[in-house]
Every structure is written in C-alpha cells, then in structure tokens.
C-alpha cells in the first residue's frame, strides 16, 4: 500500500519558519519526483514546489523562490520542504504529492500519489 505522510503544519507569525515533511512508504522513493502543492480556502490547488527523480533540479512558484527551498533525503524516504519569511497569504492546507520517474512538474496531473495535507498558518 502506497502511502504519503505529511507533517510539521502549525501556526506560526508572519516572518517565521516552518519545515514541513514527506515521508513516502511503498514504493521506492528514489524512483520518484517530489512535489509540493497547497490549496487556500476558496482557492484552487497550486504548485508550490518540486525535485526532480533524476539530477535534483528544483523547481518554484515566483510566489515561494527565494523563500523556500525543497530536499529530499533518499535514507529516509522523506522529502522536506523549509519555509522562512512566511507570510499570511502562505496560509494554506500544504500537500505532497510523487510522479514516478518525473522532472518536477507543476501539473497536478501528472502526479500518482498525495499526502493527505497539512494544515500551514500564518498569523499577521
């Protein structure tokens, strides 16, 4: 059974950081590009982040470049994704999703598995 976890959402102040994780179970991560996507109240899904399965390359939305920064550790099946200088408009449920094989895609398509989300916060 194929299963994405995420954790590390919670509340925090404008300016502050979070470190949101991945962890994938049931398939072998490294076959895997990883992405990160979120979605705000009324809003749709959008792309956040991405890493490639081959090379690394790393990929952001204009909205988060600069700020925050996606990893992977292949040891522990995990992906991370590190956000400093949050701000409210970040707030948002944040999902991880995997595309095998991929090249860090924004489309929501073309990814095969999603974490269930969490939730990210930010008070002004």
């Known amino acids: 059974q194929v299963q994405l976890v995420e954790s590390g959402g919670g509340l925090v102040q404008a300016g502050g950081s979070l470190r949101l994780s991945c962890t994938l179970s049931g398939r072998t991560f490294s076959d895997y590009a990883m992405g990160w996507f979120r979605q705000a109240p009324g809003k749709e899904r959008e792309f956040v982040a991405a890493i490639s399965w081959i090379g690394g390359n790393t990929y952001y939305a204009d909205s988060v470049k600069g700020r925050f920064t996606i990893s992977t550790d292949n040891a522990k099946n995990t992906e991370y994704l590190q956000m400093n200088s949050l701000k409210p408009e970040d707030t948002a449920v944040y999902y991880c999703?995997?595309?095998?094989?991929?090249?860090?895609?924004?489309?929501?398509?073309?990814?095969?598995?999603w974490g269930q989300g969490t939730q990210v916060t930010v008070s002004s």
């Open positions: 999703a995997a595309d095998y094989r991929g090249y860090g895609s924004r489309r929501i398509s073309v990814y095969d598995y």
